[in-house]
């Protein structure tokens, strides 16, 4: 169910009732995926794609192995009416408010496959975002959760956000020290994200492989953090989700995997698999970054990163906007007008600061982030 | 009141190889999705029609102040019945690509098939089919640099004439991206190529005309109606019922597409409405666009069009002297509210003394909107179709596309290494 205000007031009410179903057919060393809304036309569809799949290196499908008891369904959210929906809803909205989107979704995924593996889950979340906006400012905020929480703060802390971005000012270009706030540090990641996935490693593409990382960096992917985003038992083919380490101390450590991609290298799936909809993926969970300690904000600190689908994800090259950035000056935050930054997410990683103040909005979970030198543009 | 309903099946069929995986890709979705409209909004989505979908959706239109514009009756049947895309074309544009440069290569083909039926309380009774196609080309070198090919293709099959050349040149640009330096940063003068004078269009106007920004404040463009806001030489449509990629013959609020003037010679004419904009700021409906009936309409753009100009490259080249030549989208983004807008685009060349000489890499654009259109100094004076795009909009993806000169920017901020 979800709620949209515009203007701060309440226009639209949605509830969605979906399904989707995924298979995967093999037959005589050719596998076929094939998702869709009728269980029915879905698998006929995918016996027809039959004859376009290639016989490739089959190594089965997984068999059946123990989950772990995994925390990840608040019955709170699933227990709220109507109308304390609504009441959250209406708790996002503060003067300047242009718009606000408040939902709360609750699922169930199950999983079968012909080796006997067979598992199901539930999931519910709640989600709210908001957009204020006065003057020349404008400001975002936006939460997830899993677990039952309180959503006031959220519009809260964009009408803050937007006062302090009152009276924009220019900053010259050149080389300055930049702290990005815990999403837009996740954003930047999420650039190189897929270096760690080992799809690409095996096809020769990555940059992390043997990549020196800054010693204040430490990364694993976790699928059984306690209420995380993406957090579920099993993955995508039935395998356990687990705790994956990729970078320990600037070192890298290790991959993402699925059943395929891991048998290739005789080794164990890292429950990384995703198939939803279009092709099937290796893909991140909870991706963490470890936290290190709180971080002395000098110099630039920006609050969010505009058009990071713009990147280069495959050598980390990017040049991007920002909207509510501040230059801050002995505790003072100054507004600045149309700061643009650049560089390469991998070179900026040899170089970093680690902050304490972890926060996770999507697959990614990450501290804020200190870079001592990066390129700014007005 | 008001209420429509929306019903849609959609077929997607694809075939993908990455380097020797080979995937194939195959989904099909039914959706359905009722919408009440009194003073408030309510929306109920499933994936088959029931009739307590409408009972449910009212009961949900609990909101206020919303207002839809009434408009005329539509009777439409445009049912077309396609041949299937082969999908063996991949295996022949994989083979195109055995250039030792290249180190990884994806090539994919995705045929989407999608039948909408509207009807809604004013008695309108609609139905339409439409294809898209789409031709995907990744390719990377050693080092890492990636060059990329996003074409479509509407209501037709794709023959390997269509996309033979593009494809070679790819292999051309990555040797030319190899070599590259990277771009230097700061003001200068700019010529755009067609595709990123569309993406320019695209995301510094065509956002900026969207009804529901204007109405909520965070356009730039509010309150310019019948103002200049670009150069002389700029006029601009946005136009469904041509055969881009953006094309519809009926928005998803049952409103016959038809073209609207956005600027003529450097006046803003006209916005791009929803029922509900329009009903609001007395528009003409006609681009509520939802990316499934999953989804609420939003006030989009289709094909964006740029009227010609009267230069060639040369000529602009001569006129700039020195600065960047950028070639290539990789994508953009705006915010409307203050006007500020970025853009990347695959590489580029220094031009000097009017000359095109080495050639630049992670080149990207900013400005502010209203600023760069009265830039504009020059238009080309043959126009291409982009050929291919989608466009995001709070959690929707509407597939658009550009009809595009080149066009010569007198300042705009060029983002790259300082």
Same mark, same amino acid.
């Given at each position: 169910?979800?709620? +949209?205000?515009?203007?701060?007031?309440?226009?639209?009410?949605?509830?969605?009732?979906?399904?989707?179903?995924g298979?995967?057919?093999?037959?005589?060393?050719?596998?076929v995926f094939?998702?869709g809304?009728?269980?029915?036309?879905?698998?006929k569809?995918?016996k027809?794609?039959?004859k376009?799949?290639k016989?490739?290196?089959?190594f089965g499908?997984?068999?059946?192995s123990k989950?772990? /008891?995994?925390?990840?369904f608040?019955?709170r959210?699933l227990?709220l009416?109507?109308?304390e929906?609504?009441d959250?809803a209406?708790s996002?909205i503060?003067?300047?408010?242009?718009?606000?989107s408040?939902?709360?979704?609750?699922g169930?995924?199950?999983?079968?496959?012909?080796n006997?593996v067979?598992?199901?889950y539930k999931?519910?979340?709640?989600s709210g975002e908001?957009?204020?906006k006065h003057?020349n400012?404008?400001?975002?905020?936006?939460h997830?959760?899993?677990?039952?929480?309180?959503?006031?703060?959220?519009?809260?802390?964009?009408y803050?956000?937007?006062?302090?971005?009152l009276?924009?000012?220019? +900053?010259?270009?050149?080389v300055?020290?930049?702290?990005?706030?815990?999403?837009?540090?996740a954003?930047?990641?999420? +650039?190189i994200? #897929?270096?760690?996935?080992?799809?690409?490693?095996?096809?020769g593409?990555?940059?992390?492989?043997?990549?020196e990382?800054s010693k204040?960096?430490t990364?694993?992917?976790d699928?059984l953090?306690p209420?995380?985003?993406n957090?579920?038992p099993?993955?995508?083919?039935g395998?356990?989700c687990k705790?994956?380490?990729l970078i320990k101390?600037g070192?890298?450590?290790?991959?993402?995997?699925?059943?395929?991609?891991a048998?290739?290298?005789?080794k164990e799936?890292t429950?990384n698999?995703?198939?939803?909809?279009?092709?099937?993926?290796v893909?991140e969970?909870?991706?963490?970054?470890?936290p290190?300690?709180?971080?002395?904000?000098?110099?630039?600190y920006?609050?969010h990163?505009?058009?990071?689908?713009?990147?280069?994800?495959?050598?980390?090259?990017?040049?991007?906007?920002?909207?509510?950035?501040?230059?801050?000056?002995?505790?003072?935050w100054?507004p600045?007008k149309n700061?643009?930054?650049?560089?390469n997410?991998?070179?900026?990683?040899?170089e970093?600061?680690v902050?304490?103040?972890?926060r996770q909005e999507? /697959?990614?979970?990450s501290p804020?982030l200190?870079f001592?030198?990066?390129?700014?543009? #007005? | 009141?008001?209420?429509d309903?929306r019903k849609?099946?959609k077929?997607v069929?694809?075939?993908?190889?990455?380097?020797g995986?080979?995937n194939?890709?195959s *989904?099909s979705t039914?959706?359905?999705?009722?919408?009440?409209v009194d003073e408030?909004?309510?929306?109920?989505v499933?994936?088959?029609f029931h009739?307590?979908?409408?009972?449910?959706?009212?009961?949900l239109?609990i909101?206020?102040?919303v207002?839809?514009?009434r408009w005329?009756k539509?009777?439409?049947?445009?049912p077309?019945?396609f041949?299937?895309?082969?999908?063996?074309?991949?295996?022949?544009v994989y083979?195109?690509?055995?250039?030792?440069?290249i180190k990884?290569?994806?090539?994919?083909?995705?045929?989407?098939?999608?039948h909408v039926e509207?009807? %809604?309380?004013?008695g309108?009774e609609?139905s *339409?089919?439409?294809?898209r196609? %789409?031709?995907k080309v990744?390719?990377r070198s050693?080092g890492?640099?990636m060059?990329?090919?996003?074409k479509g293709?509407l209501?037709?099959?794709?023959?390997?004439?269509d996309?033979?050349?593009?494809?070679?040149?790819?292999v051309?640009?990555?040797?030319?991206?190899?070599?590259a330096?990277?771009?230097?940063a700061?003001r200068?003068?700019?010529?755009?190529?067609?595709?990123?004078?569309?993406v320019f269009f695209?995301?510094?106007?065509?956002h900026?005309?969207?009804?529901d920004?204007?109405?909520?404040?965070t356009?730039v463009?509010?309150g310019?109606?019948?103002?200049?806001?670009?150069s002389?030489?700029?006029?601009?449509?946005d136009?469904?019922?041509?055969k881009?990629?953006? *094309?519809?013959?009926?928005d998803?609020?049952?409103?016959?597409?038809?073209?609207?003037t956005?600027?003529e010679?450097?006046?803003?004419k006209?916005?791009?409405?929803?029922?509900?904009?329009?009903?609001?700021?007395?528009?003409?409906?006609?681009?509520?666009?939802a990316?499934s009936?999953a989804?609420?309409?939003?006030?989009?753009?289709?094909?964006?069009?740029?009227?010609k100009g009267?230069?060639?490259l040369?000529?602009m080249l001569?006129?700039?002297?020195?600065?960047? *030549?950028?070639?290539?989208?990789?994508?953009?983004?705006v915010?409307?509210?203050?006007g500020f807008?970025?853009f990347?685009?695959?590489?580029g060349?220094l031009?000097?003394k009017?000359?095109?000489?080495e050639?630049i890499k992670?080149v990207?654009l900013s400005?502010?909107?209203?600023?760069?259109?009265?830039?504009?100094?020059?238009?080309?004076k043959?126009?291409?179709?982009?050929?291919?795009?989608?466009?995001g909009?709070l959690?929707q993806t509407v597939?658009?596309?550009?009809?595009m000169?080149?066009?010569l920017?007198?300042?705009?901020?060029v983002?790259?290494?300082?």
């Open positions: 169910m979800t709620f +949209i205000f515009r203007k701060g007031k309440l226009r639209e009410v949605e509830e969605k009732a979906l399904k989707t179903v298979i995967r057919l093999t037959k005589e060393g050719k596998s094939c998702s809304t009728d269980e029915e036309r879905c698998l569809r995918t027809r794609m039959l376009y799949a016989r490739t290196e089959f499908l997984p068999k059946p989950y772990e /008891k995994v925390k990840l608040d019955k959210i227990g009416t109507e109308k929906l609504l959250l209406e996002l503060t003067p300047w408010n242009t718009y606000a408040f939902s709360r979704e609750i169930e995924v199950e999983f079968e496959n012909s006997g067979k598992g199901r999931v519910a979340s709640l908001v957009e204020v003057r400012a404008i400001s975002y905020e936006s997830i959760t899993r677990k039952f929480e309180d959503f006031s703060w959220v519009g809260k802390k964009a803050e956000l937007c006062k302090l971005s009276g924009k000012r220019r +900053i010259r270009k050149g300055y020290p930049v702290t990005l706030s815990p999403t837009a540090s954003d930047l990641l999420s +650039i994200s #897929s270096h760690f996935h080992a799809d690409l490693v095996q096809k593409v990555s940059k992390a492989v043997g990549w990382f204040n960096l990364i694993y992917d699928g953090l209420f995380g985003l957090t579920a099993f993955d995508g083919e395998v356990p705790r994956t380490l101390r070192k890298v450590k290790g991959f993402l995997y699925d059943f395929t991609t048998r290739k290298e005789r799936s429950g698999f995703l198939h939803l909809r279009k092709r099937p993926n893909s969970r909870n991706l963490i970054v470890k290190r300690r709180k971080l002395e904000r000098e110099g630039i920006v609050k990163l505009v058009g990071v689908h713009t990147a280069n994800e495959s050598n980390g090259d990017f040049s991007l906007n920002t909207e509510n950035a501040f230059l801050i000056k002995g505790g003072k100054i600045l700061v643009m930054i650049s560089g997410v991998f070179e900026l990683l040899k970093v600061e902050g304490d103040d972890l999507d /697959k990614i979970a804020s200190f001592p030198r990066m390129n700014v543009i #007005s | 009141m008001f209420f309903i849609e099946k077929e069929r694809g075939l993908e190889i990455d380097e995986d080979v194939t890709i *989904y039914s959706l359905v999705g009722v919408r009440y408030g909004v309510g929306f109920m499933s994936n088959e009739p307590k979908m409408l009972e449910k959706a009212k009961r239109s909101g206020r102040g207002r839809v514009k005329e539509v009777e439409l049947k445009k077309l019945k041949e299937e895309q082969p999908l063996d074309l991949v295996d022949e083979e195109l690509l055995n250039d030792e440069v990884h290569r994806i090539v994919g083909i995705y045929e989407a098939k999608r509207y009807e %809604n309380s004013e309108s609609a *339409y089919d439409v294809k196609t %789409n031709v990744v390719i050693e890492l640099d060059n990329f090919l996003v293709f209501n037709e099959n794709v023959r390997m004439k996309i033979e050349k593009d494809v070679n040149k790819l051309e640009e990555l040797k030319l991206m190899s070599r330096r990277h771009a230097p700061g200068m003068p700019v010529i755009l190529d067609p595709e990123l004078a569309g695209h995301e510094a106007v065509g900026a005309c969207e009804g920004a204007i109405l909520e404040g356009s463009l509010k310019k109606l019948g103002r200049k806001i670009a002389e030489i700029v006029t601009l449509y136009d469904p019922t041509q881009g990629f953006g *094309y519809f013959p009926l998803d609020e049952g409103i016959k597409a038809r073209r609207r956005l600027i010679k450097g006046v803003l006209d916005y791009l409405h929803s029922r509900e904009s329009a009903a609001k700021l007395r528009g003409i409906p006609g681009n509520g666009r990316e009936a989804h609420l309409p939003l006030p989009r753009m289709s094909n964006t069009i740029l009227e009267d230069s060639n040369q000529e001569e006129e700039m002297k020195d600065g960047v *030549y950028m070639k290539d989208s990789i994508g953009g983004v915010e409307p509210s203050h807008f970025l990347s685009a695959k590489y060349f031009v000097r009017g000359e095109i000489t050639p992670g990207s400005g502010d909107i209203l600023k760069t259109l009265k830039d504009i100094v020059l238009i080309g043959r126009r291409y179709w982009v050929g291919s795009g989608y466009c909009k959690g597939p658009v596309d550009q009809k000169p080149f066009v920017l007198r300042e705009a901020v983002g790259g290494r300082t």
